[in-house]
């Protein structure tokens, strides 16, 4: 970032009318590194391409900050290159003419020998996205910034293209609060997505479908087969022979289906990883909806809709679940608050996860749990998340009354929350605040209250006196009369559950 007083000396060179009509412009984006960083000479004797001349005030801050750097100009109108001319020659030392090349357009300088740029400088109104890709293609660029509008290219699109023929870039897009920017090399994919199969031969045909008709082109899905004792094994690899390339089966000894999520994982190639469960099934357009609401709004998480389809009715219920976005609806875009998604149902596999955010935070499913491991996982992933993204869209279908699954139970398996809660405290005590505890209290009381609402009676006793320890223990931050006012809660609450079953799921958010 300039100092006011650095880009003072410089543009007071600058004194020509049509220079002017830009000048003001142009200093509050270099103080305030409107282009980002990469608007700099990277190295002595360094090539840089400015897309318009502008005011002028670039051109005389990149050959004042560097005496050896090359700046070449695509500028039509002749009359502000003429101003710019003069005043540049009343800038002594400067030694300007052997080191800026001025050309009058795109053409003219793809007829040159130049062939690579260190930076180059885009200007919205110079934008063609035409000629954008041909200088990507044409020429040897480090890194690239610039600003344009939704109408003049899909920034999705202009995102994409940029990953793998730069190093870098930096991208203002109108209407958008987050830039496009990126470096290093484009990732083998975009989406993993981890399809953990146990049993499923009924419906894995279903669920692959979906995922290899998915508009998004760059997806890898990875079939993970947890033992199964049918025939679900066969059924993927004949998937994967059928579709090479874009279907991958991992065959491992059954260890439960945190195992097979972690199995599919820790081999997944994608930018973004997701998890889909054998018996489900996803709209078509998910996963290139999730990956644009993640790319636009620079997010490590990004989170659609989802619906509930019943086996036996054909019934289906929408969940949208989507507030505290930044559009005006509050429905789309980065949320202000992830943390207020942390007492939600677990719905781990209607999000795509940034790869390095989960890896770099060691966030997996816990093994050692039996059933539910999505809870833990979908908590611990909320509450490290800084940047979550959310479209309301209704994109996934999560089967209901299938027989096997575990939502179904209603004996001792339910007293996994406890066990779970206690790997939760471990995952994530040490660095927890208060209002991390908070939601983690308002999460056990939602999926006691929950399994508490369906477990067989002659379980509910000891059940409750588990949960009332379970939300008696551990809260660091909370005094003794917090923690009283909550079990009280739960308490009345639970009472009431044993009177009257409540309706909702697990863990369903208050």
């Known amino acids: 970032m300039l100092r006011k007083t650095e880009t003072a000396r410089f543009a007071a060179l600058l004194n020509g009318p049509l220079l002017q009509?830009?000048?003001?412009?142009?200093?509050?984006?270099?103080?305030?590194?409107?282009?980002?960083?990469?608007?700099?000479?990277?190295?002595?004797?360094s090539t840089i391409l400015l897309l318009s001349a502008r005011s002028g005030l670039e051109i005389v801050y990149l050959l004042t900050t560097s005496a050896t750097a090359k700046v070449v100009v695509v500028e039509p109108?002749?009359?502000?290159?003429?101003?710019?001319?003069?005043?540049?020659?009343?800038?002594p030392g400067l030694g300007w003419r052997d080191r800026v090349v001025f050309h009058t357009s795109a053409a003219e300088l793809a007829a040159t020998n130049l062939k690579r740029f260190a930076l180059v400088r885009v200007d919205a109104a110079s934008f063609d996205w035409t000629a954008i890709k041909a200088l990507l293609?044409?020429?040897?660029?480090e890194h690239i910034c610039g600003s344009f509008g939704p109408v003049d290219a899909?920034?999705?699109?202009?995102?994409r293209y940029c990953r793998g023929r730069v190093s870098s870039f930096y991208w203002n897009v109108h209407g958008l609060s987050n830039p496009l920017s990126g470096t290093g090399d484009a990732p083998a994919f975009e989406v993993s997505v981890v399809v953990p199969a146990y049993k499923v031969l009924p419906w894995i045909d279903r669920c692959l479908q979906t995922l290899v008709d998915q508009t998004l082109e760059s997806l890898e899905i990875i079939a993970v087969d947890d033992g199964s004792p049918d025939a679900t094994g066969e059924r993927l690899d004949e998937w994967a022979d059928k579709h090479p390339g874009r279907v991958k089966v991992v065959h491992k000894p059954n260890g439960g289906c945190a195992s097979a999520r972690n199995a599919g994982a820790r081999v997944a190639q994608g930018e973004y990883v997701a998890f889909v469960d054998g018996d489900d099934w996803v709209d078509t357009h998910m996963f290139e909806e999730l990956y644009r609401?993640?790319?636009?709004?620079?997010?490590d998480v990004a989170q659609c809709g989802y619906l509930e389809a019943f086996e036996d009715s054909g019934r289906v219920e929408p969940y949208s679940t989507a507030w505290g976005g930044s559009s005006a609806s509050e429905t789309y875009g980065l949320v202000k608050d992830p943390r207020s998604y942390l007492t939600v149902k677990p719905t781990i596999w209607r999000r795509i996860y940034r790869r390095?955010?989960?890896?770099?935070?060691?966030?997996?499913?816990?093994?050692?749990?039996?059933?539910?491991?999505?809870?833990?996982?979908?908590f611990e992933a909320l509450a490290r998340v800084k940047r979550m993204s959310v479209i309301p869209e209704c994109y996934y279908?999560?089967?209901?009354?299938?027989?096997?699954?575990d939502i179904a139970v209603r004996d001792e398996r339910l007293f996994v929350h406890f066990p779970i809660f206690e790997w939760l405290h471990g995952k994530v005590g040490a660095w927890a605040d208060a209002g991390i505890e908070s939601y983690l209290l308002k999460c056990k009381i939602n999926t006691h209250l929950w399994a508490l609402s369906r477990i067989e009676k002659g379980l509910v006793a000891r059940y409750l006196a588990l949960a009332i320890k379970d939300i008696w223990s551990h809260g660091v931050h909370f005094k003794s009369a917090g923690l009283v006012r909550f079990a009280k809660s739960f308490v009345v609450a639970s009472m009431r559950s044993m009177l009257r079953p409540l309706a909702g799921g697990q863990g369903q958010r208050t």
């Open 21 to 45: 009509i830009y000048l003001e412009t142009d200093r509050s984006r270099l103080e305030g590194n409107y282009f980002g960083l990469g608007l700099r000479v990277p190295r002595p004797q």
């Open 356 to 378: 390095e955010f989960l890896r770099g935070n060691a966030i997996e499913f816990p093994e050692h749990i039996p059933r539910f491991d999505d809870l833990p996982f979908q």
């Open 154 to 159: 899909d920034p999705l699109r202009v995102y």
């Open 397 to 405: 279908y999560y089967r209901q009354e299938r027989e096997g699954q």
């Open 137 to 141: 293609d044409d020429f040897e660029i």
């Open 293 to 299: 609401s993640a790319v636009l709004n620079a997010a």
């Open 77 to 91: 109108n002749r009359n502000l290159k003429r101003e710019l001319d003069e005043c540049l020659e009343n800038v």
